[in-house]
């Protein structure tokens, strides 16, 4: 008695959503059995706080629905995906500046393991990569999958081109190629870290060895994982917008909001012996990876500003990266772009905007051939949803390089604000 759905993709989700079924259901329904337990309620509210327990029932029903969440999206949500998954795979893909910053995530790895076994685990990975990477796939299932649950938009840009053939889509599958290898330098090492810091505390407690290290990973690099997402990030398509790019700076989020508490009960207490280490967890979690993440990329300070002012600036602004439309707003003094309250707006503006001012410029005669080739480039991109953001951005520094005979090597990397 109802109509037929003529649409194939519908078979395709419906066995996603048997497959997640099976493997989901029993251990979701047993999660929830415990954490509505009125005992089990009772701990985390008086511990956490009852605003902490509302998110709990929501997280699982997010891991619940995750596999078929998208049914009977309205064309309004179906549209505003398709500008954040183009988004997403021109601000990413092949990104050489996303790709070495994945390096600074050594920094916040040392908030949460220690200096000597973190330098033992890059040791064996260095002499054995391979071997070293195997070995943590074979023991982690976090870390098997995690190349394509490290960020919440690459997961669903990839699940969208999942089963696609042709040149173009394989393109756009290995666009965050690059960017899970320099993940696994970070994470491999960092697990292997944290698994040898348990068992040296726990000997023989292999299984909590595992899930100490992969909580480590979680905490210390981000995922977007349907289990690891925190509420702000697995809600609507319109909020999504607001969380691009975020899933790191989400754990980091929560890993500020924990040093807080921390920091709130050393005070309460009158104990001041943890002082060294609150220092020092905030050292590795925010220090580090805002220095050394724009260094590794040669954005350092400018010719008439010293060292030190560069750097206080430039930590004094990273914990703001942490708050949706407040860290765009910030990225205004941070690195001089306009204001946009979501990155996926350069979708609407390199598409439906700038072409139409190019061509109004070319009919006037008054378009510079370097600025037509990069709209182009970038609109090309944009439109056939193409990783040509680096592209674009190599081509441009290297052409204005030449007209004023200043070439670097960050040139080829990072992308300079409009004069």
Request: proline share 4%.
């Amino acid at each position: 008695t109802r109509p037929l759905l003529f649409d194939l993709d519908g078979a395709g989700r419906h066995i996603v959503s048997v497959i997640h079924d099976l493997t989901h259901r029993e251990a979701i329904m047993d999660a929830h059995k415990i954490l509505t337990n009125g005992e089990v309620r009772g701990e985390i509210e008086n511990r956490y706080g009852r605003e902490t327990y509302q998110q709990i029932v929501p997280w699982l029903q997010s891991i619940a629905h995750d596999a078929y969440k998208a049914d009977g999206l309205q064309a309004v949500d179906r549209m505003l995906r398709g500008i954040r998954s183009r988004a997403t795979i021109m601000g990413m893909g092949y990104r050489i500046t996303t790709m070495v910053t994945q390096l600074a995530g050594y920094m916040s790895s040392l908030e949460m393991v220690k200096v000597k076994h973190m330098a033992g685990a890059i040791k064996d990975f260095a002499v054995a990569p391979f071997e070293t990477n195997e070995k943590v796939n074979a023991l982690s299932e976090t870390m098997r999958y995690r190349s394509q649950n490290m960020d919440r938009d690459i997961r669903e840009g990839l699940r969208e081109i999942s089963g696609e053939h042709g040149k173009l889509q394989a393109v756009r599958k290995f666009a965050f190629t690059g960017i899970g290898i320099m993940d696994r330098v970070v994470t491999v090492p960092t697990w292997m870290a944290a698994y040898r810091q348990h068992l040296e505390t726990m000997p023989g407690d292999t299984d909590g060895a595992k899930a100490f290290a992969d909580r480590v990973i979680n905490l210390s690099q981000g995922s977007g994982g349907p289990k690891d997402l925190a509420a702000v990030t697995r809600s609507n398509e319109k909020v999504k917008l607001l969380t691009m790019f975020y899933s790191y700076f989400s754990a980091y989020y929560n890993r500020q909001r924990n040093w807080g508490r921390d920091a709130k009960r050393m005070i309460e207490s009158g104990e001041y012996q943890d002082l060294p280490d609150l220092l020092a967890r905030q050292l590795f979690m925010t220090v580090g990876p805002a220095v050394l993440s724009r260094l590794l990329v040669g954005d350092g300070p400018d010719d008439d500003e010293g060292y030190a002012a560069w750097a206080l600036k430039r930590v004094a602004l990273y914990p703001t990266s942490s708050i949706p439309i407040i860290r765009d707003a910030f990225g205004v003094f941070d690195k001089g772009f306009s204001y946009t309250f979501t990155p996926a707006a350069r979708t609407i503006d390199e598409t439906l905007v700038q072409p139409w001012l190019l061509l109004g410029d070319i009919i006037d005669g008054t378009a510079e051939p370097r600025k037509a080739v990069k709209q182009t480039i970038e609109t090309t991109g944009y439109a056939l949803r193409l990783p040509l953001g680096q592209a674009a951005t190599s081509i441009d520094n290297l052409w204005l390089s030449v007209e004023k005979d200043g070439f670097q090597l960050s040139d080829l990397m990072l992308t300079k604000p409009k004069p």
